[in-house]
């Protein structure tokens, strides 16, 4: 197996990782990324990072840890012992280019305060700053612009640095802030994928295409109005429209009205032989072989539904019709 020049992390089956991830990864995961040799571009993909303006005194750090800070959401390199030292001075040749720069650092607007918080860091703690003074009496980050400098001194120090920055955790306040972006931006992603998909659902609407969110949001509708015709049922004084219906025959009521606003909401015929069509075709309980005797009995269910629709009853309509704002929006 194969291993980069911090002989800690193997080069094979590394898994691409995208900025937002790499956001998320905590600090010793960050530390351990930037130890890959594509760090920049993992498993191949070319990722963007954001570049704002980010100084000194827009953070706070206390003993390595970041214990205030202003956002910064989209660079999560910053303040990354191994990415700064690895790759602020680090080139690659790029042929019929020369020397090229091998990270993102020489164009970094955040460089001066993330120098500033990785040295914080690299001094909190004897081990580290010890294995970094020697790291840099070795030559530090110029091995990096050096083709041959694997097994040498440098190496080997750079190699113990790796080791000590593996062993230290520091927190940061930014780490919030990121959370809280990413929650927000998933938002907005949330709403304006809800409003392309009401924006979809009212064209499909016009020409009289509904989909499965349509018809439940209807078969709602009618197992709403079912609950309350059998609660209206239950008052002995109720109408006799309603109290005279038996219990199946409301059932097959109910199927009826559904089959109506679905048919209505498809800009089809709504009429009784249409109806029967659509119970035979879904296979509800009012099904019959017989179309024309089942077409007969929705004719006469749909007479029942008309008197429950003008039948008030202590301040309600029994069967109120389907209100289409609030029952059946195109937003959900």
Same mark, same amino acid.
């Given at each position: 197996?194969?291993?980069?020049?911090?002989?800690?992390?193997? /080069?094979?089956? *590394?898994?691409?990782?995208?900025?937002?991830?790499?956001?998320?990864?905590?600090?010793?995961?960050?530390?351990?990324?930037? $130890?890959?040799?594509?760090?920049?571009?993992?498993?191949?993909?070319?990722?963007?990072?954001?570049?704002?303006?980010? *100084?000194?005194?827009?953070?706070?750090?206390?003993?390595?840890?970041?214990?205030?800070?202003?956002?910064?959401?989209g660079r999560p390199c910053f303040g990354i012992a191994t990415a700064l030292l690895r790759y602020e001075y680090a080139t690659r040749y790029v042929k019929g280019r020369g020397a090229m720069p091998a990270g993102r650092c020489h164009t970094c607007k955040a460089k001066d305060a993330c120098r500033w918080v990785v040295t914080n860091r690299l001094k909190s703690v004897p081990s580290l700053e010890r294995s970094w003074t020697s790291w $840099?009496?070795?030559?530090?980050?110029?091995?990096?612009?050096?083709?041959?400098?694997?097994?040498?001194?440098?190496?080997?120090?750079?190699?113990? /640095?790796?080791?000590?920055?593996?062993?230290?955790?520091?927190?940061?306040?930014?780490?919030?802030?990121? =959370?809280?972006?990413?929650?927000?931006?998933?938002?907005?992603?949330?709403?304006?994928?809800?409003?392309?998909?009401?924006?979809?659902?009212? %064209?499909? *609407? %016009?020409?009289?295409?509904?989909?499965?969110?349509?018809?439940?949001? $209807?078969?709602?509708?009618?197992?709403?109005?079912?609950?309350? $015709?059998?609660?209206?049922?239950?008052?002995?004084?109720?109408? %006799?429209?309603?109290? *005279?219906?038996?219990?199946?025959? /409301?059932?097959?009521?109910?199927?009826?009205?559904?089959?109506?606003?679905?048919?209505? =909401?498809?800009?089809?015929?709504?009429?009784?032989?249409?109806?029967?069509?659509?119970? =035979?075709?879904?296979?509800?309980?009012?099904?019959?072989?017989?179309?024309?005797?089942?077409?007969?009995?929705?004719?006469?269910?749909?007479?029942?539904?008309?008197? /429950?629709?003008? =039948?008030?009853?202590?301040?309600?309509?029994?069967?109120?019709?389907?209100?289409?704002?609030?029952?059946?929006?195109?937003?959900?």
């Open positions: 197996m194969t291993f980069n020049d911090a002989g800690a992390i193997p /080069l094979q089956h *590394r898994p691409s990782l995208t900025v937002r991830e790499l956001d998320h990864l905590d600090y010793l995961a960050k530390i351990r990324h930037w $130890l890959r040799d594509d760090a920049w571009n993992p498993g191949g993909t070319s990722l963007r990072f954001e570049n704002p303006d980010y *100084r000194v005194g827009d953070l706070i750090v206390v003993d390595g840890n970041i214990t205030k800070a202003k956002p910064l959401v $840099l009496q070795e030559g530090g980050p110029s091995m990096f612009s050096m083709p041959n400098y694997k097994g040498s001194g440098q190496q080997r120090s750079w190699v113990e /640095l790796c080791r000590e920055l593996r062993q230290v955790h520091f927190t940061s306040a930014n780490d919030q802030h990121v =959370a809280t972006a990413y929650a927000e931006k998933d938002r907005i992603a949330r709403e304006k994928d809800k409003e392309r998909q009401a924006q979809n659902r009212r %064209r499909a *609407r %016009r020409n009289g295409e509904i989909d499965e969110f349509d018809e439940e949001l $209807l078969k709602k509708a009618a197992i709403k109005r079912a609950v309350a $015709l059998v609660e209206f049922r239950k008052d002995p004084e109720c109408p %006799r429209v309603l109290s *005279r219906l038996p219990q199946k025959s /409301l059932k097959e009521l109910l199927e009826v009205w559904l089959g109506r606003e679905i048919l209505r =909401a498809m800009k089809t015929k709504d009429n009784a032989p249409s109806i029967a069509r659509w119970i =035979a075709r879904t296979g509800r309980s009012n099904t019959s072989k017989n179309h024309s005797s089942l077409s007969s009995r929705v004719a006469k269910d749909l007479q029942r539904i008309e008197k /429950l629709e003008r =039948a008030h009853w202590r301040n309600e309509i029994l069967l109120p019709p389907l209100d289409r704002q609030n029952e059946f929006p195109s937003g959900g």
